[in-house]
């Protein structure tokens, strides 16, 4: 049974101002007459494209942040929300089944707007918004390292760039531990592990007159656990996110982080705030 997070029904105020923000975006938009909605008579129609499942912490509080924002400013809107659940199911195959899912669902519906939340939601959009939601801007949130090279790639949008801060983590775990044995940092092989993976290579360098930085990732869940199982209590690991082993299984973000403090006996640390309340240490949260 999933537990209940005691965060949950309060998104962090972080998390609140994201969303905020993105909104007041929306709707500086709406003002200056670049969205369909006029003096309150036609309602504005808003896709929300979630990148992952419902009953996934971080996209309830995004969607909670969503509801809370309209709801308490009035704003006169259609919200319809689409779950794309690409932390279970995810390649080339899959994509196109959505898209030509959608491409008949949406066959006679025009939004006026687009938010996505987290990176496969935006490259799906950068890949397939032309052919099925034409000329329709977008807004996202949750993008992972996004830089103005990789934006480009999808006109007419606007965002919040999402940048767990993975330097400030190892610097903290150092100072805390000088000479871990073992400096391990845990990612799986979804679009947001390959990024940390990809920031860590950038950075990692930075640290080679103090440690030897590892990566565990490309695991399945029992090679995870056997790894794990064998870590000395001077070992140091960063717990970024590990939401689908190796075998493509699926695992919920408190299965999977309570699963490596659970499993092993030296310090975790963690880079997102839903992670708080498993047994790791802390960390500078996103």
Not at 63 to 68: E, F, K, L, P, V
Not at 120 to 138: E, G, H, I, S
Not at 188 to 205: V, W
Not at 206 to 221: A, G, R, S, Y
Request: hydrophobic share 35%; net charge negative; glycine share 4%.
């Amino acid at each position: 049974m999933k537990k209940e997070n005691p965060q949950s029904s309060i998104p962090p105020p972080v998390k609140n101002l994201l969303i905020t923000v993105t909104f007041l975006t929306i709707f500086f938009l709406i003002e200056i007459g670049t969205l369909s909605a006029r003096d309150g008579v036609e309602k504005t129609s808003i896709l929300v494209l979630h990148s992952y499942h419902k009953g996934y912490l971080w996209t309830d509080d995004i969607t909670r942040g969503i509801n809370q924002f309209f709801l308490e400013n009035s704003f006169p809107v259609n919200v319809q929300y689409e779950y794309m659940d690409s932390k279970k199911v995810f390649d080339e195959t899959y994509l196109k089944l959505i898209a030509d899912l959608y491409k008949y669902k949406f066959r006679n519906k025009k939004f006026d707007v687009i938010i996505s939340s987290d990176d496969n939601a935006f490259n799906f959009l950068r890949d397939y918004r032309d052919q099925l939601f034409p000329d329709t801007p977008v807004v996202f949130c949750g993008t992972n390292y996004i830089t103005p090279e990789r934006k480009a790639t999808l006109p007419n949008s606007t965002g919040i760039n999402e940048a767990a801060s993975l330097k400030g983590n190892l610097e903290l775990i150092l100072r805390l531990h000088p000479k871990p044995s073992h400096l391990l940092v845990l990612a799986d092989k979804t679009t947001t592990g390959i990024r940390i993976e990809q920031r860590i290579d950038e950075i990692k360098s930075d640290f080679d007159h103090q440690t030897n930085i590892q990566f565990l990732n490309d695991l399945t869940k029992d090679q995870l656990v056997s790894k794990l199982k064998n870590l000395p209590q001077s070992a140091v690991v960063l717990y970024t996110v590990f939401s689908r082993d190796s075998s493509g299984n699926f695992l919920e973000y408190d299965e999977s982080i309570e699963l490596v403090t659970a499993t092993c006996s030296c310090p975790v640390y963690i880079t997102w705030d839903f992670s708080i309340g498993t047994g790791a240490i802390g960390g500078l949260l996103t």
